[in-house]
């Protein structure tokens, strides 16, 4: 079946820091992928998404390349901010095989301190 | 821009009561998923409508159900709850059917405490 797996947690970094959050996927198909950002009390936020290989997805300073030959898409950001403190989940989804659902990984609790 | 709905934002219940939770995605949208988070968990799929038909269905136990209506709006149905279905349901919605690569707007949950 399809999985998603994140770089374990929690993330500390100091506003400016370089962020790498790193997410490899297992799928029998040829997948979508994305990354949600989830607030405090807060639902899932789409931050970006990428839909082939060699993709890259960017928002908000965000960025995100989907590489096939090493089933990655891992999250990087050049200088955090404060504001940059929330859960960040990687998910795909697997139109061939599990329809639009939804996988997600473990999600990577990320805290930036001024 | 009008965002996914949910009622109620919170909800405390007893074992074995049963609960009714309530999505109204974004206008003209037609499809409609529901997930399940436990505490310091990841989100889990549940189950899905297109059209108001079912359209997929994940790891959702055969005491719940769920519906999409006629006006696109859909409710999650919890019999005999237990302990282990205190979680954030979110209610997510988009607007190509069964297309794999089109984003899922998330609403803000439904906490469901049980006690």
């Known amino acids: 079946g399809n999985s998603v797996t994140q770089m374990e947690g929690p993330v500390t970094l100091s506003e400016e820091a370089f962020l790498t959050i790193n997410c490899t996927y297992t799928?029998?198909?040829?997948?979508?992928l994305f990354w949600y950002v989830q607030y405090p009390g807060e639902g899932l936020q789409l931050l970006l998404k990428a839909t082939k290989a060699d993709d890259k997805g960017s928002n908000k300073g965000f960025e995100a390349t989907y590489r096939k030959e090493t089933t990655s898409f891992h999250l990087e950001k050049g200088s955090v901010q404060v504001s940059d403190s929330a859960v960040y989940f990687c998910a795909l989804s697997d139109r061939e095989t599990s329809g639009s659902r939804l996988t997600f990984g473990e999600g990577t609790q990320l805290t930036v301190n001024p | 821009a009008a965002g996914v709905i949910q009622s109620p934002r919170h909800l405390i219940k007893e074992k074995r009561e049963t609960a009714t939770l309530k999505c109204y995605p974004i206008p003209r949208h037609d499809t409609v998923y529901w997930y399940q988070q436990g505490p310091g968990q990841d989100p889990q799929f549940l189950i899905s409508f297109y059209e108001k038909m079912q359209s997929d269905k994940g790891s959702i136990p055969d005491r719940f159900s769920a519906q999409q209506f006629s006006d696109y709006h859909s409710e999650l149905n919890m019999s005999s709850l237990e302990l282990g279905d205190s979680a954030l349901y979110f209610c997510?919605?988009?607007?190509?059917?069964?297309?794999?690569?089109?984003?899922?707007?998330f609403g803000p949950g439904t906490r469901l405490t049980v006690l």
């Open positions: 799928a029998t198909g040829y997948p979508s």
């Open positions: 997510a919605s988009s607007s190509a059917g069964t297309s794999g690569s089109t984003e899922q707007f």
